[in-house]
Antibody, heavy 120, light 106 residues
Framework: EVQLVESGGGLVKPGGSLRLSCAAS????????MNWVRQAPGKGLEWVSS????????YYADSVKGRFTISRDNAKNSLYLQMNSLRAEDTAVYYC?????????????WGQGTLVTVSS | DIQMTQSPSSLSASVGDRVTITCQAS??????LNWYQQKPGKAPKLLIY???NLETGVPSRFSGSGSGTDFTFTISSLQPEDIATYYC????????FGQGTKLEIK
């Protein structure tokens, strides 16, 4: 069974940093592109970042480019999102999602999400 | 960025009704469009990919069509468990989602 479990969310002050993790199981993690998608409270979905299976291709939404860094460790079956210079508008539930091959941003499995709150 | 305009933003229908949601792209995206269902407090679920392909395990009452800039998502016979918010997503360029359609039972 495919499972994606996010962790690392919490309350952080504006300008602060946070690192999210996503532990994957039930599939060959190293063969799939992975993504982060976020959802502000009561709002719609916003794609954040994508990373290819071997980390060769990485993409970011303009809203987070230069502040967020996506990475992965295939040996640990884990995906990460390093978030720096956090702003109030980054407050959201952050979902880790697997891409349906051979596509890279068609998301066939999602985690339950982890809440990030940016507030003083 | 490619903008996705989804309509309506909310919809009330009766069990058994045929329900249609539309999504319009700000430029030609071929068939690079997906549809997701999100129930309250849950993660989204992929229903339709490449505009018209039904994801494995998804009931056949769900369908999608369209290409270019205009796309349609249809539930042929609404069931109580279909109450959710539905999103379109384009992936011709960096992915963007429509604003969502909240579907309620009348």
């Amino acid at each position: 069974e495919v499972q994606l479990v996010e962790s690392g969310g919490g309350l952080v002050k504006p300008g602060g940093s946070l690192r999210l993790s996503c532990a994957a199981s039930g599939f060959t993690f190293s063969s799939y592109s992975m993504n982060w998608v976020r959802q502000a409270p009561g709002k719609g979905l916003e794609w954040v970042s994508s990373i290819s299976s071997s980390s060769s291709y990485i993409y970011y939404a303009d809203s987070v480019k230069g502040r967020f860094t996506i990475s992965r460790d295939n040996a640990k079956n884990s995906l990460y999102l390093q978030m720096n210079s956090l702003r109030a508008e980054d407050t959201a539930v952050y979902y880790c999602a697997r891409a349906k091959p051979p596509l890279t941003v068609t998301l066939d499995y999602w985690g339950q999400g982890t809440l990030v709150t940016v507030s003083s | 960025d490619i903008q996705m305009t989804q309509s309506p933003s909310s919809l009330s229908a009766s069990v058994g009704d045929r329900v249609t949601i539309t999504c319009q792209a700000s430029q030609d995206i071929s068939n690079y469009l997906n549809w997701y269902q999100q129930k309250p407090g849950k993660a989204p679920k992929l229903l339709i990919y490449d505009a018209s392909n039904l994801e494995t395990g998804v009931p056949s009452r769900f369908s999608g069509s369209g290409s270019g800039t205009d796309f349609t998502f249809t539930i042929s016979s609404l069931q109580p468990e279909d109450i959710a918010t539905y999103y379109c997503q384009q992936y011709d360029n960096l992915p963007t989602f429509g604003q969502g359609t909240k579907l309620e039972i009348k």
